[in-house]
């Protein structure tokens, strides 16, 4: 069986891998997305770093099945075209499916990288086998895939699973969509080192005084949360915020399982407790009661495993492809 490129563009880093139908990476080529490019030059950035990554898994292009994107912003799936992009500018509107197919000569599907990682979670990661899964990616912003029936559940503009724009608190803080008390206000990686620098400009005692604020990240707040107590408030502050948000989306699509990835995700116990007690809270009792709710096992790869899993998925299982 044919293999296929995966491709995952996000605003810090290019990924490009050559992946097996088993979901092994053949070879994989990294770089850091030159972020003030226009997109024509890292579409050939990522040609060439296709053509590098199948050169090493000793293949050619013309080898493979179909090209799988993940890209770091809303899609318009339908028609393969990026509707925006907080992280690089100039993609309103960019027809990245077909450019892709163009430059590779491939059959080509894009998708947002949460919608990607969901797959691929789902194709090879923490919930192999399931057909109902909510994902949910916690890094430096908050997003979501929803997998119904083993299939992306898009909605009707292609923008289904924007959890991190759920309003978990409020009149809370200011979100980068311009709402307020969003999830992602609230639970995300800087949401949670803000929470930090404000509690100890407060005065509040912590070892993490000992850092210079600014470089306070999650991080250290998760490593510092099994000894210190401020570190295990916000943590565990944000795990209540994960979990209030988690039920809601429970309650409407009573999924089988919750993976969450993205950094924020390796914060270890004190998070994930905090998640499934307040799920338990706010859940409807039957939903919460068989709902499973682990971290993701695709950690960096998760949106070049799930970019492969999305052209999978979307192409033919024969020896012919």
Known sequence: MKPVLALDIGGTKLAVGAVSRAGEVLAEVKRPTDA????????????????????????????????????????????????????????????????????????????????????????FGAARGLSHVLYLTVSTGIGGGVILGGRVHRGANSLAGEIGHTIVLPDGPPCTCGKRGCLEAVASGPAIARAAREALARGEESALSALPPKEITARHIAEAADRDPLARKILTAAGRHLGTAVAAAANLLNPQMVVIGGGVSQSGEVLFSAIRSAVSEAAVTEIARGLRIAPGALGPRSALLGAAALALSETPLSPSR
């Open 36 to 123: 003030s490019a226009p997109p024509t030059a890292i579409l050939d950035s990522l040609l060439a770093m296709s053509r590098e990554a199948v050169h090493r898994a000793g293949l050619s292009l013309s080898a493979l099945s179909a090209a799988g994107v993940a890209f770091g912003g809303p899609m318009d799936y339908p028609r393969g075209l990026a509707v925006t992009c907080h992280h690089l500018p100039g993609w309103e509107g960019f027809p990245i499916r077909e450019a892709v197919a163009e430059k590779t000569g491939l059959p080509a599907f894009v998708d947002n990288d949460a919608n990607a990682a969901a797959l691929g979670e789902t194709a």
